[in-house]
């Protein structure tokens, strides 16, 4: 089965500052998600990545996947505050239908 | 436009007893999966209902049940409680047919004491 593994498991940033979170896949990429999760609540889409060289941005974040490494990474510019939360990266099982592997997930605190 | 609901929201049982989580799907959804996260775990797919048949199933024992009616909406089960069921449970409803954004609701938050 695909395992994803993120980088760095957590970080704390002075606000202002930029910070980038790697999420690396056991097998190939097909499709990549990114989402954000407050504590103890439910997941809010960011972005979705599906062809190899990819680049999205929303506001002062962007994504990329690079197909060969079979990673993607998330680069946040001048962190706020609410930025803050935990960053959750989602591949394609490619089992068929809605399934996402999760990757271990990377808590961002930003402080003041 | 209503967002993907999740009722309860909080809940505490004890060993040995059932749970019944129920979630509604954004208006015109027809894909629902269920997602249990831990600590330890993490976020792990528990299954997916398209059309009131089940699509998807992930690795959880047969404790763990779910269906989902001709309106989308969805429940979970799972029987005979215990301590490590403590999770938080998500459901997600999608538009697409297949692998598309997943529209998460708050969660259903279960202690099993």
């Known amino acids: 089965s695909q395992e994803l593994e993120q980088s760095p498991q957590s970080l704390i940033v002075q606000e202002g500052k930029n910070l980038t979170i790697n999420c690396t896949s056991s097998?190939?990429?097909?499709?990549l998600y990114w989402y954000k999760q407050k504590y103890g609540e439910g997941l809010i889409f960011l972005m979705m990545l599906q062809k190899g060289g990819e680049e999205k941005s929303h506001e002062k974040i962007t994504a990329k996947l690079d197909e060969k490494k079979q990673q993607s990474s998330l680069h946040i510019t001048a962190s706020q505050p609410s930025h803050a939360g935990i960053y959750l990266c989602g591949a394609d099982d490619k089992g068929g239908g809605n399934k996402l592997t999760f990757g271990t997930g990377t808590q961002l605190k930003v402080e003041l | 436009k209503a967002g993907v609901t999740q009722t309860p929201r909080y809940l505490i049982k004890t060993r040995g007893q059932q749970v019944t989580l129920s979630c509604s799907p954004i208006s015109g959804h027809r894909s629902v999966s269920w997602y249990q996260q831990t600590p330890g775990q993490g976020l792990q797919f528990l299954f997916e209902y398209f059309s009131e048949t089940q699509r998807n199933k992930g690795n959880f024992p047969g404790r763990f049940s779910g269906r989902q009616f001709s309106n989308s909406r969805s429940e979970m089960n799972v029987s005979t409680l215990e301590l490590g069921d403590s999770a938080l449970y998500l459901c997600a409803s999608s538009l697409a047919v297949t692998i598309g954004e997943l529209f998460f609701g708050e969660g259903s938050r279960l202690t099993v004491l």
């Open positions: 097998k190939t990429l097909y499709g």
